[in-house]
Every structure is written in structure tokens, then in C-alpha cells.
Nanobody, 126 residues
Framework: EVQLVESGGGLVQAGESLRLSCTAS????????IGWFRQAPGKEREGVSC????????YSADSVKGRFTISSDNAKNTVYLQMNNLKPEDTADYYC???????????????????WGQGTQVTVSS
């Protein structure tokens, strides 16, 4: 059974940091692409960052570049999203997802990801 379990969300003030974790099981983690997505109330889900576990290549949305960093600990089947200098507009439910058929191609296109976690809530107060 494929599982993706997110943790690390919470309530912080603007300018503070959080680190989200996504622990995966039930598929070949080393051959996958793991992405972080978020969905704010009343808005569509959007891609934040993704990492190709095969070679560590990453891509982030312009809205978080320079503030968010995605990384992986392959020994722990875990992907992290370090979020610095958080802003109120970062408030959302954050989800990790797995693309297990990427063949090394990484993207933040939602439909490419077959498996999703339950999400973790991030709230940034001003």
C-alpha cells in the first residue's frame, strides 16, 4: 500500500520558518519524483516544489524561490520542505505527492502525480 504522510505544519508569524516532512512507503522511492503542493481556502491547488529522487534535481514555483527549499533523505524515504520567511499568503494546506512514472522528468503538473498524502495545515499570521 502506498502511503505518503506529511507532518510539520502549524501556526507561525510572518517571517518565521517551518519544515514540512513527507515520509513515503509502498513504492520505489528512489525512482520517483516527489512534489509539494498547496491549496489555500477558496483557491485551486498549486505546485510549490518538486524533487527528482533519482538525481536530486529540484524545481520550485516563482512564488517561493529563494524562500523554500526542497530536499530528500533517501535513507529515510523522506522529503522535506524548508520554508523560510513565511508570508500570510503562504497559508494553505500543504500536500506531498508522488510521481512514480516520471522516467526522470520532473514537473509540478498535478495530473502527473498518482499518489497524495492527506495534507498538513500551515497558517501564517501577519
Amino acid at each position: 500500500e502506498v502511503q505518503l504522510v506529511e507532518s510539520g505544519g502549524g501556526l507561525v508569524q510572518a517571517g518565521e520558518s517551518l519544515r514540512l516532512s513527507c515520509t513515503a512507503s509502498g513504492f520505489s522511492f528512489d525512482d520517483s519524483v516527489i512534489g509539494w503542493f498547496r491549496q489555500a481556502p477558496g483557491k485551486e491547488r498549486e505546485g510549490v516544489s518538486c524533487i527528482s529522487i533519482i538525481d536530486g534535481s529540484t524545481y520550485s514555483a516563482d512564488s517561493v524561490k529563494g524562500r523554500f527549499t526542497i530536499s530528500s533523505d533517501n535513507a529515510k524515504n523522506t522529503v522535506y520542505l524548508q520554508m523560510n520567511n513565511l508570508k500570510p499568503e503562504d497559508t494553505a494546506d500543504y500536500y506531498c505527492a508522488a510521481d512514480t512514472n516520471s522516467d526522470g522528468y520532473y514537473t509540478l503538473v498535478i495530473m502527473e502525480y498518482e499518489y497524495w498524502g492527506q495534507g498538513t495545515q500551515v497558517t501564517v499570521s501577519s
